[in-house]
């Protein structure tokens, strides 16, 4: 077993110098930010071995005024995605682009999210093939 695998094993590092991040990490839900000590006590020996391998970070010797970790901030709630109502009309093109226009609407503009819960609909994507026949057609 080489000198590293020792070192590793027993989570400590040279003369017991505690292992810092050499860049920015996210680990379990918290943020590691440069020169932060990271628990070695918590983390597998294959995770030490690969932090150290891909220069993630090092042993350092001990020193008073390190950052400390923070925790990451809580995801904001996702807005309730609206509901797919087909608007009829006569023609199937025109019912199409009013029912996408509505949802673009309702969606916040965000012409991408309608488009993806309109595609997600069975009604609603029989319509648009409805209507793409339509067209064709009447070209």
Known sequence: MSHTA???????????????????????????????????????????????????????????????????PAAPVPKPRPPVVIIDHKSPIESWHLTKTALVAACDNNVGLAQDLLMADPKARNLYLLASKEAQRSL
């Open 6 to 72: 020792t070192r590793i094993a027993d989570t400590s590092g040279p003369r017991n110098w505690p292992l810092v991040a050499r860049e920015r990490l996210t680990v379990d839900g918290t943020v590691y930010n440069r020169g932060t000590e990271l628990p070695v006590t918590k983390m597998t020996p294959a995770a030490i071995e690969r932090l150290l391998h891909i220069k993630a970070a090092e042993w350092l010797p001990p020193l008073d005024g390190r950052p400390k970790p923070q925790p990451l």
